[in-house]
């Protein structure tokens, strides 16, 4: 997970949606240089939690991240065998 992703949620009446928020400011880190093409973002359930918000408001922004082309997802398996996705900055 990168360190230097430090997300702050506001107010939605102020700031919109939160997957917004959340896509706006991973935005803002890629454009700024401060985290570079190949770093892995966090998981949508790390960031979720941390965040203490619904994980399908961090995959929506992911999501919208994807489709402008500024981040890809890798999909695989764990050591378990179970499918996991993880995030990269395109």
Request: net charge positive; proline share 3%.
């Amino acid at each position: 997970m990168s360190e230097k992703i430090d997300i702050q949620i506001g107010d939605r009446t102020l700031k919109g949606p939160i997957y917004a928020q959340v896509r706006e400011q991973i935005e803002t880190y890629i454009n700024n240089k401060q985290v570079v093409s190949g770093e892995a973002l966090p998981s949508p359930a790390a960031l979720a939690q941390q965040l203490s918000i619904d994980k399908g408001e961090i995959q929506r922004a992911y999501f919208e991240l994807e489709r402008a082309g500024l981040v890809k997802k890798k999909t695989g398996r764990d050591f378990l065998g179970k499918e996991k996705t993880t995030y990269f900055v395109g």
